[in-house]
């Protein structure tokens, strides 16, 4: 069974697999992930604790706060899940949305995340 074969049977998101269609194994596309919500899913699914991550991505955030009519709205969402934090699925697919939301804002913050996302997590296995 493949890598994306794998990930579809676990429930990633259609997008996600048909960018890894695109990738030659799942080492190349951690490492070349431009989506943060993607990566998060993915430790989620794994069981990595993910509360100083979110922690982290919400300190990245916070550098793209000016000139946002939205800011306001997603900073209220991810103070919620910041203040509510649990391992459960609820709280972790909150916390997805919130980083969804604040990267589609801002690409770069995208970027960003995924850089750090990567400092914590360089090699992981499917």
Not at 41 to 58: K, S, T
Not at 117 to 122: E, G, K, L, Q, V
């Amino acid at each position: 069974m493949s890598f994306v074969d794998k990930l579809k049977a676990r429930g990633a998101c259609t997008p996600a697999v048909e960018w890894c269609r695109t990738q030659p194994d799942f080492t190349t596309a951690w490492k070349c992930c431009i989506e943060p919500s993607w990566m998060m899913w993915h430790l989620a699914y794994n069981g990595y604790n993910l509360r100083r991550l979110i922690d982290r991505l919400f300190e990245i955030t916070d550098k793209f706060e000016q000139g946002s009519d939205d800011w306001d709205d997603a900073t209220s969402m991810a103070d919620d899940v910041n203040d509510s934090l649990s391992e459960d699925e609820e709280e972790l697919n909150r916390a997805n949305t919130a980083s969804d939301l604040m990267g589609m804002m801002f690409r770069s913050a995208k970027v960003e995340a995924c850089s750090m996302i990567r400092s914590h997590y360089p090699e992981i296995e499917l």
